[in-house]
């Protein structure tokens, strides 16, 4: 018999030997856990029970990430674009800041009217107050990779996460505009057929396409 906790809600799980290597759901949490291999074992990595999927471990391994097998660590944690995905949106904003800026000089310089500063002063305050609004909200939300599963950070001040296990995951769809493509951003929506099929969704994120192949690589497929 083999005897060990689940490593997110800390229930004792008891499996037959032969369950070694293999990839175990905790019937308390649904959380996926790799069943360790008892010590003396003549089961290795290398030699598992055809039924396991080492296929899984080598994929990651292989393309250079952590492996699927062992304790959970981060592969990757990505903030959402500031620029990026707003580009046009973002450098006229930087313009019409900047213009007015100028206008604000420009007044008492020329002694034109102060009506001017009517003018200016609301379209300054404005277009730095967008900026720093995208500002708070890239920072509000961010996506990390483990080896086990992806969780959803959100929250400036206030935190709060929400989590798929990476074998529960049914479908990874990507949302992009056509802009949004060129610009290589795009929204990741990550849907799981585990105890509630949560949906994880997370917009402004750079390079979608390969959030995903990384996600993949820890996925039964
Ligand atoms: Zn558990």
Redesign the pocket.
Known sequence: MIKFN?D??D?EIELDDEFAGTKHE?L??G?INRVPIPEGSDATLEDPDPAVDSKNVDRAAKAGFPPDFGPETRVIKVRRCWFRSRAIRFSLLVLIGLTSLIGLIWVPVTDKSVWWYALFAPLLLASVGILAWWWVDRLSASLEITTKRTIMHRGFFSKSSSEVVHDNIRNIQIDQTFLQRVMRVGRIGISSSGQDGIELQVNHLKNPDYLREVIDLYRPL
């Open positions: 689940c997110r809600c229930m905790c308390n949490c959380d």
